[in-house]
């Protein structure tokens, strides 16, 4: 199984960075596929970035383009969300996924899950 860590959230001010990291265990890392997600307040789960495996091919959500950067680390058997020119809107727990294959946006379309990270930006 493939076991997912977060980390680098915390408080920052509006106009402010951030750049999380996503830990993975797994003999074969860079077989996965690995994704963002963010979960607002009140909000359901949704699909940030993603970053697929061998070449590293990047997509992300228009609310977050230009702005953050997914990247991969295969040898350091991490992922990483850069997060640039934050406003509050961005305030969410983010989660980073895994999976085999990537099927799509969807939450139920990814098989391995962190516990997620709190990032909170302040106005």
């Known amino acids: 199984q493939v076991q997912l860590v977060e980390s680098g959230g915390g408080l920052v001010q509006a106009g402010g960075s951030l750049r999380l990291s996503c830990a993975a265990s797994?003999?074969?890392?860079?077989?996965?596929?690995m994704g963002w997600f963010r979960q607002a307040p009140g909000k359901e789960r949704e699909f940030v970035a993603v970053?697929?495996?061998?070449?590293?091919?990047?997509s992300y959500a228009d609310s977050v383009k230009g702005r953050f950067t997914i990247s991969r680390d295969n040898a350091n058997h991490t992922v990483y969300l850069q997060m640039n020119s934050l406003n509050p809107e961005d305030t969410a727990v983010y989660y980073c996924?895994?999976?085999?294959?990537?099927?799509?946006?969807?939450?139920?379309?990814?098989?391995?899950w962190g516990q997620g990270t709190q990032v909170t930006v302040s106005s």
């Open positions: 996924a895994a999976d085999r294959y990537y099927r799509g946006t969807r939450c139920s379309e990814w098989d391995y």
């Open positions: 970053i697929s495996k061998n070449v590293g091919i990047t």
């Open positions: 797994g003999r074969t890392f860079s077989s996965y596929a």
